[in-house]
């Protein structure tokens, strides 16, 4: 079992940046892909990035790129998603998720486990 805590999120102008962590308890965490995902009211979950276990590699949804990093320190047992020049088409509930070996790693239906979310706002 992990148990994942997310935190970070707010209220934010367009343009702006927030960095969200999500604290990882539980299984060793360097064993487990982390994901980073969001759903805004009335949509479905969506893909923001992945993560695999050393670092090595990083995955990002388009829209994204350029503007959001993920990185994680395996000896604080958290990830981070560094979110830069945000729009308010970025606002949503974001949350992080850990999987073992996701085969695709930008498929929520990969992922065992969820934490709770964190709201993110972006203002116009």
């Known amino acids: 079992q992990v148990q994942l805590v997310e935190s970070g999120g707010g209220l934010v102008q367009a343009g702006g940046s927030l960095r969200l962590s999500c604290a990882a308890s539980g299984r060793p965490f360097s064993s487990y892909y982390m994901g980073w995902f969001r759903q805004a009211p009335g949509k479905e979950r969506e893909f923001v990035a992945a993560?695999?276990?050393?670092?090595?590699?990083?995955y990002y949804k388009d829209s994204v790129k350029g503007r959001f990093t993920i990185s994680r320190t395996n000896a604080k047992n958290t990830v981070y998603l560094q979110m830069n020049s945000l729009k308010p088409e970025d606002t949503a509930v974001y949350y992080c998720?850990?999987?073992?070996?996701?085969?695709?790693?930008?498929?929520?239906?990969?992922?065992?486990?969820w934490g709770q979310g964190t709201q993110v706002t972006v203002s116009s």
């Open positions: 993560i695999s276990w050393n670092g090595g590699r990083t």
């Open positions: 998720a850990a999987d073992l070996l996701p085969q695709h790693p930008d498929g929520s239906y990969e992922y065992d486990y």
